[in-house]
């Protein structure tokens, strides 16, 4: 493993057929790969975290603070992103890097991982809470209305009409994503656009004409939480993870991006930051609609929001918006994940079928179908254990991926940004030390109040490294 970076693709595929194989292309600009930090960023979370950090945290202050100290984290990480993206521009993220600091050891977990938590447990996620605002027209589809359940405690799963619409949702975006990235790239940026017109017209209506009271922000709220305050601050930073997950998005498509040394680092930044302000306008607009006491709880906080803001008629259409906007962050993650297990396979650390590309599509058709196999079953999970189950485990390899740079910064021939040598090493110890905070946190009071997370991330994480252990890694010392 060589320490001096490779400008094109970082990995080659192992073994080499004879028959030159399809290869990706370079065909997104930095309109479409920042579309895709924007539609990976606005999603579920933002739709669907505020009325459950209402009951948590108990204040307004803190409520929106926590949308800010995420920003920043989300932000750091972008800029260490960016300087690990320009030097390695090839698709697989996390896997590229974590394998050329770290071995292929953690380049296998962080992909595996990626496969879970990164991909499948997101897509689940936002189909659900698509499930959700769809359930204004149709009740059948909100989640507590359930037909059939299987366990409790631990592991409850449960099926019904939400999880039915989800998959559905699901099952479209993963057929269409088969058929080739060009078309994608155009339907990606019109759900995109649909869903900044959404949230910029929810957010200036609601404060110009909405029926809110500014009295609601010296309002606070009975918490559900007996967590101390504290550590329940670090707790919830995995839901702000969740809604801010997507930063790195372009990173997972860098081999299939035009000019990716300069489209790469504007991508993330002009995403991430965009999306950081409309996430703190939408919480103003949220509070100004409801106080924090009838927030608590609330899944569909964006269709309770529209509710007490407009007349019936104007808040089903908001509901029926967000539901359309939420589409683009299910077909964006259901485009960027194959892409990570493509990187692998073709490094021979993952099935080999994950790495083959389609003749005429040239696109990953084996490993967008098993994505989409795996989120539809996820769909039965609850929605916070999802997204604590996301936070966990994200946020402890993307830790480890910006722990990254303190290795390759001393490899000769690095590229340096400016902006990451600015005051260095204070922009990647920020995001280090947030993601320490919360993990640990969560770790102490998550096995204590509610196992099925950290139980499943730690599982997810044993599983992987038995699988490398005992399978991938034989297969890889024989040839």
């Known amino acids: 493993m060589t320490n001096v970076p490779e400008r094109t693709s970082g990995f080659k595929a192992v073994g080499g057929d004879k028959a030159k194989p ?31 950090l209402a009951g948590d945290l108990g204040n307004v202050k803190l409520v929106l603070l926590i949308w800010v100290v995420g920003a920043v984290v989300a932000l750091a990480g972008a800029i260490c992103y960016s300087e690990l993206g320009i030097n ?18 953690w380049g296998f977990m962080t992909g595996w991982v990626s496969f879970f938590a990164g991909f499948s447990a997101p ?9 959700e605002y769809l359930s204004h027209f149709f009740p059948a589809l909100k989640q507590d209305h359930v037909f059939f359940a299987l366990g409790g405690g631990v592991l409850p799963l449960k099926l019904g009409g939400a999880q039915l619409a989800a998959s559905g949702l699901i099952v479209a975006f993963t057929l269409l994503n088969c058929a080739g990235l060009g078309r994608v790239g155009k339907v990606q940026n019109l759900l995109t656009t649909a869903n900044l017109a959404v949230i910029l017209a929810f957010i200036v209506l609601g404060l110009m004409a909405g029926t809110g009271n500014w009295g609601n922000f010296s309002l606070p709220a009975e918490r559900t939480s007996s967590i101390p305050l504290a550590a329940q601050f670090a707790i919830s930073l995995f ?18 991006l035009e000019r990716p040394e ?51 008629e104007t808040a089903a259409l908001f509901s029926g918006l967000v539901a359309l906007a939420l589409m683009a962050s299910v077909n964006a993650m ?3 994940g194959p892409r990570v297990y493509y990187a692998m396979a073709q490094n021979g650390a993952f099935f080999r079928w994950a790495g083959k590309v389609h003749p005429r599509s040239h696109t990953p058709v084996n490993a967008i179908l098993c994505q989409g196999a795996c989120a539809v079953l996820m769909t039965m999970t609850p929605f916070p254990d999802l997204v604590m189950y996301i936070g966990f485990l994200l946020s402890f390899f993307a830790v480890l991926a910006v722990c990254s740079l303190f290795v390759f910064r001393r490899r000769p021939g690095w590229q340096k ?18 993601g320490a905070w919360m993990i640990v946190y969560g770790l102490i009071y998550g096995l ?21 252990r005992g399978w991938l890694r034989g297969r890889l010392a024989k040839g």
Do not use: D, H
Not at 123 to 131: E, G, N, P, R, Y
Not at 298 to 307: L, P
Not at 448 to 468: D, Q
């Open 88 to 105: 390695y521009p090839s698709s697989g993220g996390e896997y590229v890097y974590l394998t050329r600091a770290y071995g292929p050891t």
């Open 22 to 52: 399809a290869t990706l292309l370079r065909q997104l600009g930095i309109a479409s790969a920042t579309a895709l930090v924007i539609s990976n960023m606005v999603g579920a979370g933002i739709y669907g975290t505020t009325g459950y």
């Open 239 to 256: 839901f702000i993870y969740f809604c801010y997950s997507g930063w790195n998005a372009s990173t997972y498509v860098a081999e299939e």
């Open 334 to 336: 259901v485009t960027i």
């Open 123 to 131: 897509i689940a996620a936002s189909a659900l809470i698509f499930s």
């Open 262 to 312: 300069r489209t790469l680092p504007l991508a993330l930044t002009l995403g991430t930051a965009l999306v950081a302000g409309l996430y703190l306008a939408l919480n103003v607009v949220f509070i100004y609609a409801l106080p924090l006491e009838k927030m608590k709880g609330v899944g569909a906080i964006g269709s309770s929001a529209a509710k007490a803001l407009f007349p019936p």
């Open 448 to 468: 204590k109040n509610k196992p099925m997370a950290p139980i499943a991330a730690i599982a997810t994480v044993a599983i992987g490294a038995l699988v490398y």
């Open 417 to 434: 940004l400016r902006v990451v040598s600015f005051a260095y090493p204070l922009v990647p110890m920020v995001f280090i030390l947030v």
